[in-house]
């Protein structure tokens, strides 16, 4: 079985992990580039690639944050490709640049490795227009590249996926509402294994109460802030993406500690506490009557897969919908793939653990696989 190494280059530091098949080979974490540890980003990814086993390597897959409207699935990367992903950075400032010099050094040290993009937004290709649309003139829309392209593909199309398996069920025959809970949060309702529709939006800025992201907000607060409060764009960007969420109504974006300080009795956390849970408990409610049938919820990434409180609080009430925890299936002592609703229950609650590496190892794999079938047949 040929290798897959994945790289996941941000701005500062370097993910990497080797596969072979679906296991692990070796993986790590290059931190602080540029800023004290390697130079550069090439200097850090020579440095990964002398240290791994690169034998039967038989490609190189790239995590992509966005790949506008574009990119519906991975692609082998071309020059055409990498001018895409560019013309993308203004969508993606701060992630398509760092994700595309990792693409560049890996070509120019590994040339003859086929590169695949895997993008984190393809997966949410299949939204229909009306949830990809925002409700302004649509030629304004239209200039400006103005629509829905959700994040976090690769996870809810990974968790789908495995919480099909864990039911027993034909994905493409099963509807997960998924919660990806990490810093970032988004959830999405997974149709039959396509996305339906999504929270995060133009930007991985809408949707849920984040670790410093607002979330969903009324528009007219960022006019507010320039035209009375006096801010200019940049800072109602960086209050809104950095210092808002639970930092910003709590001062701190750890669940953990916001649960403590709530167990405690801290008004500040038991606020944000709520307002993170019980937004997230609207989204399940609208996602359930968009998909009209829902067979699953799945908690996954840090707090999802973690916090059994946050999954109680955000899911508590919703029997009339038939969702419900089981709180002796989920009292903090399992982990890996579980449900944890009733025997029974008409929809089953499951945390399922995200692996984004993994996932793009396989979407890599399929490239390939894609990629050389019709030569074969020939
Ligand atoms: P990222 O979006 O950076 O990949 P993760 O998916 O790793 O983030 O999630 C990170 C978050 O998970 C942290 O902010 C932390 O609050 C939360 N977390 C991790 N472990 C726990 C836990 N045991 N209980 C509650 N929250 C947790």
Known sequence: MSRIL???CGSSSVKWRLFHGSDTAGKGLVERVGSGGPA???AALASILSSVDLSGLAAVGHRVVHGGDRFSAPTIVTDEVIAAVRDLVPLAPLHNPANLTGIE????????VTQVAVFDTAFHRTMPAWARAYA???SVADRWGIQRYGFHGTSHEYVSRR???????????????????GNGASACAVKGGRSLI??????PLEGLVMGTRSGDIDPTIIFHLRRVGGLDVDQIDELLNRRSGLVGLAGDNDMREIIARRDAGDAAATLAFDMYCQRIKGYVGAYAALLGRVDAVTFTAGVGENAAPVRAAALAGLTAFGIAVDPDRDDGARSGERIISPDGAPVAVCVVPTDEELEIAIQTRGVLEADRA???QR
């Open 6 to 8: 994945v790289l996941n």
């Open 40 to 42: 550069d980003h090439e």
């Open 105 to 112: 050094v890996a070509r120019r040290l590994l040339p003859d």
């Open 136 to 138: 302004i003139d649509t």
């Open 163 to 181: 919480t099909a398996a864990l039911l027993g069920r034909e994905v493409t025959d099963t509807n997960v509402i998924t919660l990806h809970l």
């Open 198 to 203: 999504t929270s995060m939006g133009m930007s």
């Open 374 to 376: 019709p030569s074969e």
